[in-house]
């Protein structure tokens, strides 16, 4: 589901900013930034971009998506890498949309789009060849294995950068390739399934008490942040660009 | 906390299941799950390329069918087998009860056959005055107990000893015993005059060497070879796309199917079929009938769902599966539960398929099924095709629930209207619902998670000042 791409990639990139950090984690996006500036990268934003159509492609509304999808088109154009801060949206550009194109006459514009798209973290690794992060970053941090990395190089990518860093202690905790329940529409249209998933989750992950949960996909941390919190349980989260940001204050 | 409200069939099971049911069914799947990890990681390097290479065996044994099938045809006629083809449930049900008619008997003992359950063929054959006994442990305690079996390896996954012991109490099998050993005992000695009075064996079969007609069987208990010692008749029901080409190329997927399905390196017991008895053996079934089975796989290998043709059944898929672990197979109301019956049931279900479109939407598209998948079937994508499906054909169990995604699509794809949502999300309700396509049922969310405080906007914002500033 993954496609092999040139590198080292271009630092002159396109930022995809995801609907999610757009409404809710202003900050993840803004840390994404950061980051690859920090890497001397130039970051545009294209100003007109929305979402990436995934919401509705999960929920099986795919003449929605690839209107979206299309607009997304439209907006990302040239040759510039394309970085998302979330896997999930990632594969929707590079996995997703090529299926939902597959027999559209425009499915040569989703693959171009499909090979310049880069999740953050495999950006930096595999992109960049950067596998050392400088900078302290002294806590015990949970890393939530988004599913969306399945079959991807962007769960190795996160793990290199984050043992890099001075001062970090990842802590493994238990069925860590369990999914959190989230899913997008699942998570409204299987809300007992999806409970019973999160609230699991969020046990195995206070069971190893981190200071921090971390994941590379904003979707996984409103789910198991939204049980988190309705439960009191005071885990803060982060996404991997807020910790890279935040080592490289510290 | 109070369970949320629900409109889908299965999230209802899972919220409404007994904890002991839910606990027996959570447990044994994830034990499976990990003795598979351990077992497959311990003795290949790279497993995953191993499963690779199994799906494209596979792949390319389907798509040459018409040239596999006849070649499997001859080579099992060469062997003094029987061949029939029959194209649905009813015509594979009519042909066995023929054999039976033709050759006067009375009794049959089966051995785990997942066809036989997709068939019917139990209540078939009882229904036309025939004796049907299931063998294999697990789907003989179905039996008595009137259940349907919830797993495609361990078909009573949601039961636990106390109630076995109960069913053999009732049934007049001993005093309550729930010592699994004893009730092992029990069976085995209640079912070993079964196999002597037994007139017919019919069986499933997990591969057919189309190169040498080859039926492998792999069980267990050996329950599969006692069904052939003592009867006359062997019956193999067998789905067209249990093919493999050759028996090379068996290794890999004995190896596979038992590491993969119960953590196994091989199973107990694995027969080689090869013909009924030569007339210089003993013993051995006089007779032996294959019966290819269609009902519906010649449709799913014209669909763009093919791939799940490769299954070979070993459950690896449901034990992972974070949905199956929370609602079991009954919750999927066929005969293939979990992740490969999302897929399957509602394909094999034909003009059926609107009763269970809502299947494919019981998932998070975690994609630990594929990752498991022992012949790589892609199950994510193809859950989201029937997904796809079923609102192209406005199939309502398929979309209960699910918000509408127009509104979202139309903010999605025209951009001052959505920046203007982002920064009005606070006041207009619609902005941050469209866009987490919660319309309808933003309580589901609620009522179990927090939202986190709207900031729609503020990265824009930001993004645009420090331009400015630069």
């Known amino acids: ?250 | 906390m109070v369970s949320p409200k629900t409109f889908q069939q299965i999230d209802k099971t899972a919220r409404d299941m007994e904890r002991g049911v839910h606990d027996s069914i959570h447990n044994g799947a994830k034990v499976t799950s990990e003795k598979r990890y351990a077992t497959l990681w311990h003795d290949y390097p790279d497993p995953d390329k191993l499963r690779e290479l199994a799906g494209k065996i596979k792949q390319h044994t389907l798509e040459h069918l018409d040239e596999y099938l006849p070649k499997a045809e001859a080579a099992l006629k060469g062997n003094g087998a029987q061949v029939h083809f029959a194209s649905d449930g009813d015509k594979a049900n009519e042909i066995i009860l023929k054999i039976m008619q033709q050759n006067g008997c009375k009794k049959m003992v089966k051995s785990k056959s997942m066809v036989s359950e997709e068939i019917h063929l139990g209540p078939y054959l009882e229904k036309n005055g025939m004796e049907c006994l299931e063998t294999d442990l697990g789907e003989f305690i179905i039996q008595i107990d009137d259940d349907h079996p919830s797993h495609i390896v361990k078909p009573i996954i949601h039961k636990n000893r106390r109630d076995v012991a109960k069913s053999f109490e009732r049934e007049g099998l001993g005093d309550y015993n729930d010592d699994p050993e004893t009730i092992t005992r029990r069976a085995r000695q209640f079912l070993r005059h079964k196999y002597l009075e037994a007139d017919v064996g019919l069986t499933g079969g997990n591969f057919v060497s189309a190169e040498s007609g080859r039926i492998v069987l792999i069980t267990n208990e050996g329950n599969a070879r006692f069904c052939m010692a003592a009867t006359k008749i062997h019956i193999a029901v067998i789905g067209i796309e249990k093919l493999v080409p050759s028996d090379r190329d068996l290794a890999l997927y004995l190896n596979l199917i038992a590491r993969s399905g119960t953590g196994q390196q091989l199973t107990v017991y694995s027969q080689f079929i090869n013909g009924p008895k030569a007339p210089n053996q003993p013993d051995g079934p006089e007779q032996m009938h294959v019966i290819f089975l269609d009902n519906r796989r010649t449709d799913v290998l014209a669909s763009d769902c093919r791939e799940i043709l490769r299954c070979i059944r070993c459950g690896a898929c449901l034990n992972v599966c974070p949905v199956y672990r929370q609602a079991g197979g009954h919750a999927y109301r066929s005969v293939y539960p979990g992740p490969v019956g999302a897929v399957l049931s509602p394909l094999l279900a034909g003009s059926r398929f609107p009763e269970l479109a809502d299947l494919p939407k019981a998932s998070s598209l975690c994609g630990a099924c594929n990752e498991v998948c022992p012949v790589n079937i892609p199950i994510p994508d193809l859950l989201l095709r029937l997904r796809d499906k079923g609102k192209r054909e406005h199939a309502k169990a398929a979309s209960a629930g699910t918000p509408p995604m127009g509104m979202y699509a139309l903010l999605a794809s025209q951009p001052h209207a959505w920046r203007g949502a982002m920064v009005m999300g606070k006041t207009v309700d619609y902005a941050p619902q469209a866009l987490m396509n919660i319309v309808p049922a933003a309580q589901a969310w609620t009522s179990v998670r927090k939202l986190p405080p709207w900031r729609g906007g503020k990265f824009r914002h930001w993004m645009k000042s420090r331009n400015k500033a630069g």
């Open chain 1, 1 to 250: 589901m993954h496609l092999e791409r040139a590198t080292p990639a271009s630092r002159d990139i396109q930022l995809m900013a995801t609907c999610l950090c757009d409404a809710f984690f202003d900050d993840v996006a803004q840390a994404t930034v950061e980051v690859l500036e920090h890497l001397g990268c130039t970051v545009e934003f294209p100003e007109d971009q929305t979402c990436c159509g995934q919401p509705a492609f999960n929920a099986g509304d795919w003449n929605a998506s690839r209107k979206v999808v299309r607009h997304g088109l439209s907006v990302f154009k040239g040759d510039k890498p394309v970085i998302v801060p979330s896997g999930s949206c990632a594969a929707m550009n590079f996995h997703g949309a090529l299926l939902e194109f597959e027999k559209e006459p425009d499915l040569p514009a989703v693959q171009q789009m499909a090979g310049r798209t880069w999740e953050l973290a495999d950006y930096i690794v595999n992109g960049l060849g950067v596998t050392e992060w400088p900078g302290k970053f002294p806590h015990r941090v949970a890393l939530h294995r988004s599913c969306h990395l399945r079959g991807t190089p962007s769960g190795e990518a996160a793990l290199t950068l984050l043992n890099s860093i001075e001062g970090i202690e990842v802590v493994p905790f238990g069925e860590a390739e369990q999914c959190c329940g989230f899913g997008g529409a699942f998570s409204v249209s299987f809300p007992n399934v999806s409970k019973a998933m999160g609230q699991l989750k969020v046990e195995h992950i206070l069971e190893v008490q981190p200071e921090y949960l971390a994941a590379l996909d904003m979707g996984c941390l409103l789910h198991i942040g939204g049980i988190i919190d309705k439960e009191n349980k005071g885990l803060p989260r982060l996404h991997l660009a807020q910790i890279l940001r935040d080592a490289l204050k510290g």
